[in-house]
């Protein structure tokens, strides 16, 4: 006795629209890292980070003032503009 | 005679004889002076011409969309300043790479950034696509108006190098900023001024405002070095005020006169009160802006000294008189503009429609921060120099609260001609005018009253700086950051609508209700419509009908 259940498509299908609420699952994705890299020094206090550890000293004395939160959400922005300009001027 | 009346003197002649041989030509060498124009506008450049397109509305599509990219790094230029304002060494890890980033420069580069890459662009734009229309003719180049838009930026971006640097291998930069500006704004003049030679109907006085503040940028530099103003503390306080007034007050209210009439769809409500508007921005001296005229000596370089500001009694009697006058256009460019973005209940379009806000915004706002301004000006003319801690805040509203607004949303109102798109999204450009309206309105009134603090603590002359003044710029800049945000919400919705905007429909264009003499009448419409495109009574509908008669094949 066979049961009679629909085939599949047997192709590769991908839609063309982004569904609105994927960048959600990126956002929980960059929390998540974000909250293991905090449980990482409670579990291992006094431990550094492996690699951003000695990444981290590099940039010690540059970005030192809130203001470089802004100049990046600007920079952000600009390259949103760019990115933009070369996506549309490339899409056909 | 003093500085003051002898310089106004000299430009209101000079203005007049311009103004008369542009109604009346060059007599017998009009002909020949359009031919070589015409020339020096399009097969002089050479293989230049061939870089840019030369569509229709190509040359004014090109300078709004760099004028509202301009806006971004404006904004961000005025922010920084403002946080350097109260914590100086934010930036004090760029000096490796050579760049010690000051309040003052970066305040400098502001302006240079908003005034002339920003407001300017949007403004010469806007009257690329203004002046035509009201003209009943075609831009005489669109090649070299496009071509140009790219020298203009390329002029902003030397000012702004300079008023970090001024001297760079031993050559002034902002002179020559100043130079390279001057030559783009010349073939801007001399397009315009072509595309008018070549009217075919009595032109609207928005398109008068428009071109007198073009002819007025090299006039004032011009009688700025003959009268020897350029030389002279009062002089450089005199063409600052003038520019000011002339170049920027009158050019940004012939593009939002226009605008409100095609925002709202109601016609312009008072030809005289443009006319006074049109007076009045030459024959007063506008208060907006500095207290000084540092601007002007740094532009003219070698030909100016630093003088510091000292006024004759003669001096500060004419320059208060003619400050206290400034009103009189100010009132009547807010109240015309109000009333004609109102209407009179034929207001076809969308009140939310991008570019209505914020025309509205400035026309509001131009009435208080006039006033303000003429009280810190007198104050500073009468040497009193009480107000003069405010001065700086005032100057930056002035920009972004009137100007700014004003030249933008005239932009956005004319956006869907240029483009034959609709902007991408109406809720960002909603969004956008919230955050710039909202950062500029909080940010700049909260960095005031941290400046009232300090002048009361100056004036008790206590010498420990005030933390909640501190805290108060921090806010302030803080706040002042939504313009920026603001300013990249508007570039981007711009920019994408060109792609990916909604195409516009017959239905929604829109036309100029400045002078419609004839409708015509393809479909059947409603009395509201008609009358709301800008027909009046005396308006002639014809009914264009349709041919039932077979057709064929169109010979060749």
Redesign the interface.
Known sequence: MSINTTDSVDVFLQGEKEPSGSWIFIVIGFVFSLSFLVLYSILYPGQDLPVISDLVPVFS???????WF??L??MI??F??LG??LL?AT?E | MDTVLTTMFYFWISLFIVFFLVQRGLWIFSDVAKGTVSFMLEKALGPGSDLVEGRPGSGARSWILQGT?WL?LGS?FT??SM?LSH?P???H?LASWGFVANADELASAGFYATLYGSVSMLVIGSGFHIIPKLAGTELASETNANLVSFVWTISVLILVIGSQNNIILGVEIIPLGTVVNSVALLAVILNQLLTVSNRTRKMALPGWLILIALLSNPLLSIISIISGAADDSVGQWLSYHLFGGAFFFAGVAGVALYASSIASGNPLWSKTLVGVTLFGTVLTINPFGDIHGQMVMEAFGPLAENNVVAFSNQDMLAASFLMALVSIPVFAFASNMLVTMRGSDAFVDSPDYPGNAELNLGSWLIVPIALGSLFVQTDTVSGTSELVGIADSLSVMAGWLVLVPLSLGAALSLYPELTGRHLFSNNRARWGYLMMTGGAIFGLSITMIADFMDMALVEMMVEDPSALSEELRKVGS?MF?GV??GS?LH??NM??G???GELITADSVKSSSISVESYSLVTSTTVRKILASGANLDTEVIPTGEDDEKGSATKL
């Open positions: 004395g540059v970005f030192d003032s809130g203001i802004f100049i959400g600007t922005g600009i949103a503009i933009r300009l549309e899409s | 990219l971004i961000m922010f920084t946080w914590d060494n934010a930036l890890s803080v950051y920026v945000i990249i570039s981007l920019v994408t060109i792609f990916r």
